[in-house]
């Protein structure tokens, strides 16, 4: 029983995820921290691409997690740091990108794509519909259909 217990344990923990940040990057006052925190989870890592700085264990997201620390002790706003980082690695480092006009497509695809699927699928249904298939019976099929009918 008490084993079950442990490895139930053990699958609900591990459900959490696992950030990166390593004890010694911890910023003391736990609001700068919580805000370092989101700023983080809000950056990629340009090694791993497909995660945050938060999450990542490279090198670079590790020098990202210290220089956005340092940025916020020096009184920057978390819009400034964003900018900052922004200006040194590009937009690509925003794991949401900004809606701009050069991200207007990226934003706008999905959009564009479910009208249009939604639009050919009215158009095939319209098309479809109400349309009879096949052949109409020939006279010696209708009376042989009505001789079945009878019989029954």
């Given at each position: 029983?008490?084993?079950?217990?442990?490895?139930?344990?053990?699958f609900?923990?591990?459900?959490?995820?696992?950030?990166?940040?390593?004890?010694?990057?911890?910023?003391?006052?736990?609001?700068?921290?919580?805000?370092?925190?989101?700023?983080?989870?809000?950056?990629?890592?340009?090694?791993?691409?497909?995660?945050?700085?938060?999450?990542?264990?490279?090198?670079?997201?590790?020098?990202?997690?210290?220089?956005?620390?340092?940025?916020?002790?020096?009184?920057?706003?978390?819009?400034?740091?964003?900018?900052?980082?922004?200006?040194?690695?590009?937009?690509?480092?925003?794991?949401?990108?900004?809606?701009?006009?050069?991200?207007?497509?990226?934003?706008?695809?999905?959009?564009?794509?479910?009208?249009a699927?939604?639009?050919?699928m009215?158009?095939?249904?319209?098309?479809?519909g109400?349309?009879?298939?096949?052949?109409?019976?020939?006279?010696?099929?209708?009376?042989?259909?009505?001789?079945?009918?009878?019989?029954d």
């Open positions: 029983m008490m084993r079950r217990l442990l490895l139930a344990a053990a609900l923990f591990a459900a959490f995820p696992a950030f990166a940040v390593n004890p010694d990057e911890v910023l003391a006052d736990p609001a700068l921290e919580a805000r370092a925190r989101a700023l983080s989870s809000q950056l990629r890592c340009m090694v791993c691409q497909n995660q945050s700085i938060d999450d990542s264990n490279a090198e670079l997201a590790r020098d990202l997690r210290l220089l956005v620390r340092e940025r916020l002790k020096d009184g920057d706003s978390d819009e400034a740091v964003i900018n900052y980082v922004v200006s040194r690695y590009g937009e690509f480092v925003l794991l949401n990108p900004r809606l701009r006009g050069e991200t207007l497509l990226l934003w706008g695809a999905p959009i564009v794509l479910f009208l699927g939604a639009a050919a009215v158009l095939f249904v319209r098309k479809r109400g349309k009879p298939t096949g052949t109409p019976l020939s006279e010696a099929e209708k009376a042989e259909l009505e001789r079945a009918l009878k019989r």
